[in-house]
């Protein structure tokens, strides 16, 4: 089993940062990728970014040039700049596991961008 735990949102001003932490307990070695998806006041889920098991980085092109993802042990982080209203969305960690474990989803974490 592998358990996600977000932490990191909160509220700030069009143009601010913040950034996004996704802790992983249990079976870390079972993790292909961490992504992070978002999901809006009435919008569907999101892919936003993920980092894979050799470090490498996608990032969708809506948030490309102000998000960046990496990794540091255990820990996925969502580095978020210049935010923007449009931003504002339940920020969610999900982990692709190996061979037929499937995924697994964090309990979100809540970014709101106004003035």
């Known amino acids: 089993q592998v358990q996600l735990v977000e932490s990191g949102g909160g509220s700030v001003q069009p143009g601010g940062s913040l950034r996004l932490s996704c802790a992983a307990s249990?079976?870390?070695?079972?993790?292909?990728?961490t992504n992070w998806y978002r999901q809006g006041p009435g919008n569907q889920r999101d892919f936003v970014a993920r980092?894979?098991?050799?470090?490498d980085t996608t990032i969708a092109d809506s948030v490309k040039g102000r998000f960046t993802i990496s990794r540091a042990k255990d820990t996925v982080f969502l580095q978020m700049n210049n935010l923007e209203p449009d931003d504002t969305a339940v920020y969610y960690c999900?982990?692709?596991?190996?061979?037929?474990?499937?995924?697994?989803w964090g309990q979100g974490t809540q970014v709101t961008v106004s003035s």
């Open positions: 999900h982990a692709h596991l190996v061979g037929n474990l499937g995924v697994v």
């Open positions: 249990g079976r870390i070695f079972t993790i292909l990728a």
């Open positions: 980092i894979n098991r050799d470090g």
